[in-house]
């Protein structure tokens, strides 16, 4: 078993939004390794899977950077490869098997973006013992090969995880914490099924107050709404969330025939508490957070996700002084100062968002609760 070395010749990323790829570097095939090189050596960390090539991509860091200690696993990967690595899913499958780690401390954020989830992964890496790791790409790149077996599907989940946590980057810890992207929340009936004895944790937040969020970083931008269409604004979501457009046809009543600037992202919203709903109808075990209730009862929060992790509770003081600073610090998505997001949404843009929730037939509110929600 061996793996290609490539030397990287330049780097482009279109946006932080879009998952990482190989097709973020510019590379050229430089050497061999063996597998036994590669998973020994702690410079090297998954970056994503290639679906299309069946490659599983690894980067080469500097020595002493910590990928626990980013707010986005796949950013400090992209910044700061040395070089990449190459190794098809067939070694990373096959070699994976014999180191895979115990399963059962495992805690899964599913979440829909701006709703604490970063912070939380933060902090629940404070406590001894705890391994968390903030959007590793891999895990997210399940999302376009979905439609593979199950048993293929499978196997690449329980080899990522395999190798994330492997022993030459763990440091000894026995509990995993993963916290995927928002747009991976569309494939967590397949990873609950891959994953049935871990803990899935499904985030979300008030939808005003989480478009106030995104409104807020384009207002940075200098942006200025746009006008969109029903049509454009379904086309944009499915693609942004890779699904067909009729998932998000019936959430768009066509009595709204046009969104402006953010108002379509509650589809997305609506998307992603549905899929949320569908899982908890049908009997899969998982639960909810509200931001809202992480912010106003942080000590009784903390405490049951340490529960559910299998960590004591007074491990839980290191993980309580984190939250004293931002977890997104120094990237795009920075809170302003330390009184956080003073921007509003629009009011026009909240009506808009209100009627949208009130021509829906269960979520009907902006600060609806979803059933299974910690401390409710």
Known sequence: MTATVLRILSRH??????????ADFEWTAADMMTVHQLFDDPRYT???????RELAIFTALPAGVDLTR????????FDQAESLAA????DFIGFADSYAIEREPLLFLHNIGRCGSTALCRALNEIDGVM?????????????????SRDWFHALIHASLAWLCRAAVNRGNGHYVFKLRNQASVITKPYIDALP??????????VIDWLASFHRLRAKRGDRPTRYTRQQVIEQQAAYYQQPAAEFEGLAPPALSHYLGLEGRALGWLYMLGVYLDLRETG?????LRYEDLQANRDA????????????????????????????????????GERGNTVQLPAEMQATVRRLLALQPVIRSADYVLPGTLLH
């Open 301 to 336: 929060v903390l405490a049951e996700v340490a529960r559910q992790l299998g960590v004591p509770a007074e491990s839980l003081a290191a993980a309580r002084r984190a939250f004293a600073s931002d977890a997104q610090a120094g990237t795009v998505f920075a809170r302003d």
């Open 13 to 22: 990323r279109e946006h932080p939004g879009v998952i990482a790829s190989l």
């Open 132 to 148: 968390a790791l903030s959007e590793p790409e891999a895990l997210s790149n399940m999302i376009s090969l979905r439609h593979t």
């Open 70 to 77: 980013t707010p986005f696993m796949y950013q400090a990967q």
């Open 46 to 52: 998954l970056y994503c899977l290639d679906g299309e």
């Open 87 to 90: 190794l098809p899913f067939a």
């Open 284 to 288: 899969w075990p998982i639960s909810a």
């Open 197 to 206: 004895e871990a803990r899935h944790l499904f985030m979300y937040r008030n």
